[in-house]
């Protein structure tokens, strides 16, 4: 009965990894692509100080997704473990995590806290919300997670685990197991973007119940509102996302994990779902957008159908003049 269990927690994890975390993947390529697109292709949107920070997340997202759950369905899925096969992929695939998604977060955080500026009814307060300091903190932040991620490339390595004799990519560094444990997974990238995003989404959103009795340009009014419901719905998501993981992440590293082979079976396949569902951290932005936000979904269309898509029919029509006229004209 025991190995029935396994075996069928075994068989129902492969599958979860090819059908479910295939289509997370593409979805959230797709999506990611999409939200950059719309990002740079409106003037609206380039000077904006959030959908600057929005649009940096988005492109971490993309590598999130390739080095993180690309990796772990080929692995589940497929049986392939390039961590394994590979000492140098074992040490970047942590270091490139640790880099892209603490990035990614501090993203978020930063968008939220810019939209609270934004809102302030204080001209003092809403000087910290431009995009030049957005450009300045931002540069800070792709240099500085990879400095601070360095120690992957010197800790983690492929070792073989006794008495089982399996090998398994970790940390040789007892106490930079627990650094990446205890500050990378459950802080860093859980506890500090949750509580930041949630208390700056808060104060955003008080702010925003006041827009309409201020005399602010109407473009600059309903751009704010927009950019804080998106950003507010996401915060939201993420936070629900996150939370499973860092419980089930502090669980399995306390005193209490279980030790008989049917439960840890079983915590295992909790903790690959929850893997899955951090993973809409990822995935998720772009859908959010488009369902929070009408004007959002608008500026998708008019980006895809009225920019793109004429541009390219000028750019196809041009090209048919010319094999016109060397058709015509030998």
């Excluded at 692509?33 to 940096?56: D, E, G, K, M, Q």
């Excluded at 541009?311 to 030998?330: E, G, K, M, N, S």
Aim: aromatic share 16%; glycine share 4%; net charge positive.
């Amino acid at each position: 009965m025991d190995s029935w269990i396994i075996s069928f927690l075994d068989y129902f994890s492969k599958q979860l990894a090819i059908y479910l975390g295939t289509a997370m993947l593409i979805a959230g390529l797709v999506g990611a692509c999409l939200t950059i697109v719309v990002f740079l292709s409106l003037h609206t949107f380039r000077n904006n100080s959030c959908a600057f920070y929005l649009l940096i997340m988005s492109i971490f997202n993309i590598g999130n997704l390739l080095g993180g759950l690309l990796t772990r369905i080929v692995i589940t899925g497929l049986g392939i473990d390039w961590t394994i096969s590979s000492p140098f992929y074992c040490a970047f695939r942590w270091y490139y995590l640790y880099s892209g998604v603490l990035t990614s977060f501090t993203m978020i955080c930063f968008a939220t806290i810019d939209q609270y500026f934004a809102t302030c009814t204080h001209p003092h307060w809403q000087r910290w919300s431009n995009i030049k300091l957005a450009r300045r903190l931002s540069f800070a932040v792709i240099i500085t997670w990879p400095i601070l991620a360095t120690p992957y490339m010197l800790y983690f390595k492929v070792i073989q685990q006794s008495p089982s004799g399996k090998l398994v990519c970790t940390s040789v560094n007892k106490m930079f197991y627990q650094y990446h444990t205890y500050v990378y997974i459950i802080t860093l990238s859980g506890i500090v973007p949750i509580v930041v995003t949630l208390l700056f989404g808060f104060l955003a959103y008080r702010n925003v119940q006041t827009l309409a009795h201020r005399t602010l340009p109407l473009v600059r009014r309903e751009l704010d509102k927009q950019m804080t419901k998106m950003v507010l719905v996401q915060v939201v998501h993420n936070a629900l996302a996150s939370i499973p993981y860092v419980i089930v992440i502090a669980l399995m590293n306390s005193s209490y994990v279980p030790t008989d082979p049917v439960s840890v079976a079983e915590l295992q396949f909790f903790l690959l779902l929850t893997i899955y569902f951090y993973y809409f951290n990822y995935v998720s932005p772009f859908y959010i957008y488009l369902g929070a936000s009408e004007r959002f979904r608008h500026q998708l269309f008019y980006v895809l159908l009225e920019i793109h898509l004429k541009r390219w029919r000028r750019r196809q029509t041009a090209v048919d003049q010319i094999d016109l006229q060397l058709y015509t004209h030998p």
